[in-house]
């Protein structure tokens, strides 16, 4: 039971690459979700998708963007990386509002 | 302005004694929170949630209490144990789209 699964674990990006964080979750939820910690920051919404075929932006959209790709495929890019977004990326799904989230183990990126 | 407070970034207990999590909110719109626990180097699992229609709930050795005239909700775990040593997010939800977190506590149990 996989639950949420993000790859890559790690990732060492120079600024201005590009690059896609990936998130499938095997529960059949029906929503996703991308959050950034940050120290002293918590979790914030990046980009979230209610459904499949919708997506739309949260907190802290700015330099990225979304897919969702099917029901359960929800990924993140990065179309120039900035060392602003040295980061650890979470995914989650829900479906069952009242239940909370369920998420992956991150990815933490490091943009020199 | 962060919208879900926790104001302790730490906290030490010694093992068997209660620990105490605090959690502020500005919005009183806000009618559910939960609290998620995040162990390093994994994603955050969800621990206990509380609607504003109670002002208790509680699972085990966690019990969330929310105080909505205050805008706060606490976190106690009773007895504290070296496993619940974590980092501990409070969450609330967002008018139903999705769920705004704060800042995080670390939570040290000393054997």
């Known amino acids: 039971n996989a639950g949420v699964t993000q790859t890559p674990k790690f990732q060492v990006l120079k600024t201005g690459q590009s690059m896609t964080l990936q998130c499938a979750q095997d529960?059949?939820?029906?929503?996703m979700y991308w959050y950034r910690q940050d120290p002293g920051m918590g979790l914030r919404l990046i980009y979230y998708?209610?459904?499949?075929?919708?997506?739309d932006k949260g907190e802290v959209p700015n330099g990225y963007n979304v897919s969702r790709l099917n029901k359960r495929e929800f990924s993140l890019r990065l179309e120039s990386a900035a060392p602003s977004q040295t980061s650890v990326y979470f995914c989650?799904?829900?479906?069952?509002?009242?239940?909370?989230?369920?998420f992956g183990s991150g990815t933490r990126l490091t943009v020199v | 302005d962060q919208q879900v407070k926790q104001n302790s970034p730490s906290l030490s207990v010694q093992e068997g004694r209660i620990s105490i999590l605090n959690c502020d909110y500005t919005?009183?719109?806000?009618?559910?929170f939960l609290w998620y626990k995040k162990y390093p180097a994994e994603g955050p699992t969800f621990l206990i949630s509380?609607?504003?229609?109670?002002d208790k709930n509680e699972d085990g050795r966690f019990t969330v209490f929310l105080n909505k005239s205050a805008k706060h909700l606490s976190l106690h775990i009773v007895p504290s144990q070296p496993g619940d040593s974590a980092v501990y997010f409070c969450?609330?939800?967002?008018?139903?789209?999705?769920?705004?977190f704060g800042p995080g506590t670390r939570l040290s149990v000393l054997p």
């Open positions: 998708s209610a459904s499949e075929g919708t997506t």
């Open positions: 529960m059949n939820h029906n929503s």
């Open positions: 969450a609330s939800d967002n008018y139903g789209q999705n769920f705004v």
């Open positions: 919005n009183s719109m806000f009618d559910y």
């Open positions: 509380i609607s504003s229609i109670k």
């Open positions: 989650a799904s829900s479906e069952a509002y009242s239940y909370g989230y369920t």
